[in-house]
């Protein structure tokens, strides 16, 4: 079963914009001037969907100079992806119990 906290980081990814926003950030650490630049969107609005991405820990920031720089937390997404695979791992275990059990 999935943990509080991945339940969390899963509401932080579900939204669009963060979504794209971790896409990007996959790619290379970006400052916030890019990612406007990339996304589109209002820096106030990108400014809040980052913040949320720090609070769930997807993102650590690095200040440079009047820039602050975004990075991806790679751990993360691994420890969430060990979560799926273990969910699956056990979906695969019950439908081969099930098949075992069917009734005649």
Request: charged share 25%.
């Amino acid at each position: 079963m999935l943990m509080s906290v991945d339940a969390d980081l899963i509401r932080a990814l579900a939204d669009p914009l963060r979504l794209r926003i971790v896409t990007l950030l996959a790619r290379e650490t970006l400052c916030t001037t890019h990612l406007v630049e990339e996304t589109g969107a209002r820096q106030t609005n990108l400014s809040n969907h980052l913040r949320v991405l720090r609070d769930a820990g997807v993102v650590d920031t690095e200040p440079c100079g009047r820039f602050t720089y975004y990075r991806l937390r790679p751990e993360i997404f691994a420890a969430l992806a060990d979560r799926f695979g273990e969910l699956a791992e056990t979906a695969r275990a019950t439908a081969a119990a099930d098949v075992k059990r069917a009734c005649p």
